[in-house]
């Protein structure tokens, strides 16, 4: 960004030389004819070469211009590129963030069954019933936990290699 701001304060420097040279040129020619009766060839001449020169780093500061124009166009170019590179980047980790907080909700879900259920079975235990219905459910809620602590692992790995994946390209 830097790069940029210091190309577009020469530019302005090489625009305000040359209205300086261009005001320099329309002021010449008028004091030239002015004096044109009372001043000598030498004179006319020194101020034709003069106008020669100015009109000669008119050109030489428009070059300059054109090219750090283009610099400035190509840093820009550059710039936008990454700035998108980097947008669709925050948008895959967004969602793989997304996801994983998804699981982890569920993880969390599947737990907070799988307590209530161990605590219910507790209880059973210690009144001396055994009721394999709340067995079976606790069975069952605990084979959710474990489903639900997998699918957060996958989503927390997904995670991971998006992030990753950036870094990875870079490097090759």
Request: hydrophobic letters at 50%; proline letters at 2%; charged letters at 30%.
């Amino acid at each position: 960004m830097s790069d940029i701001t210091i190309l577009e304060g020469r530019i302005t420097a090489a625009l305000d030389r040359i209205r300086r040279g261009i005001d320099r040129i329309d002021a010449g020619p008028a004091s030239v004819t002015a004096d044109s009766g009372a001043a000598d060839s030498g004179a006319a001449l020194a101020a034709q070469e003069t106008i020669l020169a100015l009109e000669m780093r008119l050109v030489d500061e428009q070059a300059v211009n054109a090219q750090l124009e283009e610099r400035v166009r190509a840093l820009k170019d550059r710039q936008d590129t990454r700035m998108a590179a980097l947008d669709a980047q925050i948008a895959g980790q967004r969602q793989a963030i997304a996801a994983l907080d998804q699981e982890l909700q569920a993880l969390r879900q599947s737990n907070a069954d799988l307590r209530d259920l161990n605590a219910q079975l507790r209880a059973a235990a210690e009144d001396g019933v055994a009721e394999p219905e709340l067995i079976n459910r606790a069975v069952m809620a605990e084979l959710d936990a474990l489903r639900a602590t997998r699918a957060a692992d996958v989503a927390e790995l997904d995670a991971v290699i998006t992030a990753l994946k950036p870094l990875i390209t870079e490097g090759q």
